[in-house]
């Protein structure tokens, strides 16, 4: 358990709400309706087996670093190997995991004590030598760690004792548990600088890594959890072709994939494979840099963001496959999510008033950048520009490609589109993307009393006020950032009906890149399945 003093609370220092997911066959049963850990089509988890997974993306550049795992293979193929000093769950709450506790008396000094008799795949047993050198090279900016700046915020990490750890940061930060789930700071053993396999603690051991082709996990003997892990192997391959992955699952290539193409949802469903959706935080935006351009106009912001036809969207580019955006970034089963906003609508004759007002109209605007790298935003951007000429707008679409897009034209002009995954924690959410220094505060909006709210926030110990701090942070984003959320995507993966323990996870894709933990397999002919109900 995560403490705080001698007080055993959740490490995200709230209770969680009831939270529901759905995947479905094609005979319309669900196989999942909510956090369930087992039991799915009447079975138990059982020992054997071997699965075949495809993910999205893969490339020369994939690692086994945890460090400088940057894309959704990388993070699938690390959790197989590593483990973190605390996990996060489907409703991304911080879990013990190699850590047995961490406690805090101010949010400031976190004291962690690591489990006892965990061992690296090489036998070597775990110790707080490991942990403290695997946080601390976070720290080199030589590394290219994508967590560095977080890494940044603890100021200092030593060991207490063989398994003892205390990590001071730079300041109090009641969510820091959660930044410890984070995949990237998945604990490697002291010393270690070369990755050819991975040497980790997790449920799987490396036996072949091919960047950008296929990696091969076979089940670890010696794992530390006692819960165990099921399948005897697991083969993760990239296709990164959509029709390729799809064609994959639907001839039996492979038992599951990840990012169903909402488009042939019906289709999978039809050949009796299930599609597990998972509502997410993940939301494609557009950013209006408010320190450049016409973004400097607080007028032409609210009006771009009127002119976003969210239902439209919803239906006609994620096929109803995604919930409502308020241009702020909790999505609405988020536990801290403010619904008492007003919700941004369509409004375009609102939206002519404000541009007409303030000469837009008869102005050369700077070009829309859009990029299929951003789910969606091409579509978007498409309807925006539609929107826009029916008023009088003249707006321009830039489309880039998608290799590259995120490193030469993401954040560097005045109106482009980004794509968020989900963040650890509303504190991680608000930190990284809407803080006066965040690193990806994709708007450059600045508001110091925003600023405060945030420090503030991080060393409120009562939920409730906690809460009504965040609710007055989302209601200053809807207000005043230059950043227009119309949706969150819901996230969609396929599998056949022979893998159990499968369920939905607001970290979305295959659980939160933590699938392989949790599946089993199946092979009794359906009727079994069903436990004969």
Excluded at 85 to 110: G, K
Aim: proline share 7%.
């Amino acid at each position: 358990m995560i403490k705080q003093g001698t007080r055993m609370v959740a490490a995200s220092m709230c209770a969680t709400r009831p939270w529901l997911g759905v995947a479905r066959a094609a005979d319309g049963r669900e196989t999942t309706t909510g956090p369930v850990e087992a039991g799915q089509w009447g079975t138990q988890p059982r020992t054997g087996g071997h699965v075949r997974a495809a993910s999205t993306s893969g490339s020369l550049s994939d690692t086994l670093d945890p460090a400088r795992q940057s894309m959704a293979t990388d993070y699938l193929r690390g959790n197989m190997f590593y483990d973190g000093l605390v996990a996060l769950d489907e409703t991304l709450t911080p879990r013990p995991a190699l850590a047995q506790s961490i406690e805090s008396s101010d949010f400031q000094t976190w004291h962690i004590q690591l489990r006892s008799g965990v061992c690296f795949h090489d036998g070597a047993p775990l110790t707080s030598a490991d942990v403290v050198y695997s946080i601390l090279r976070h720290k080199d900016p030589a590394l290219g760690s994508q967590v560095h700046y977080q890494a940044m915020a603890m100021h200092a990490v030593r060991a207490d004792g063989p398994l003892g750890v205390v990590i001071e940061l730079a300041a109090p930060n009641i969510a820091f548990p959660s930044v410890l789930g984070l995949t990237n700071f998945a604990i490697i053993r002291d010393g270690t600088t070369r990755f050819e396999t991975a040497n980790g603690t997790g449920p799987f051991t490396c036996a072949v890594f091919q960047p950008g082709v296929r990696s091969v996990a076979l089940r670890n003997t010696n794992f530390w959890n006692p819960g165990g892990v099921w399948v005897d192997s697991l083969e993760l391959i990239s296709i990164s072709d959509d029709m390729a992955r799809h064609n994959a699952l639907l001839s039996g290539d492979v038992d599951i994939i990840a990012a169903v193409d909402p488009r042939l949802v019906a289709l999978v469903r039809k050949r009796n494979i299930a599609v597990m959706e998972s509502p997410t935080g993940t939301y494609t935006n557009l950013a209006i840099r408010q320190d450049v351009g016409p973004g400097e106009n607080a007028d032409f912001v609210q009006a771009m963001k009127l002119l976003f036809n969210r239902e439209q969207m919803r239906n006609s580019i994620y096929l109803g496959f995604c919930r409502a955006g308020n241009d702020q970034p909790l999505p609405p089963e988020h536990r801290f999510c403010n619904t008492d906003l007003p919700q941004t609508v369509y409004d375009p004759d609102k939206a002519r008033f404000l541009l007409k007002k303030n000469g837009f109209l008869n102005q050369s605007l700077p070009p829309l950048i859009c990029s299929p790298a951003a789910n969606g935003s091409v579509e978007m951007a498409v309807l925006l520009q539609n929107a826009a000429q029916n008023i009088g707008l003249r707006l321009d679409v830039r489309r880039m490609p998608a290799d590259g897009y995120w490193s030469q034209s993401w954040m560097r002009f005045p109106m482009g589109f980004g794509n968020v995954n989900p963040r650890a924690s509303a504190d991680m959410t608000f930190a990284l993307s809407f803080a006066s220094t965040a690193p990806w505060n994709e708007a450059h909006w600045r508001d110091p009393r925003f600023d405060q709210l945030l420090v503030l926030s991080r060393q409120e110990p009562d939920e409730t006020r906690r809460h009504a701090l965040y609710n007055d942070m989302q209601a200053m984003i809807h207000a005043g950032s230059g950043v227009c959320i119309p949706s969150f995507i819901t996230s969609l993966d396929g599998f056949h009906p022979r893998i159990q323990g499968l369920h939905p996870h607001q970290g979305g894709q295959l659980m939160g890149y933590n699938f392989a933990r949790h599946i089993w397999v199946n092979d009794q002919p359906a009727s079994a399945k069903t436990g004969g109900q």
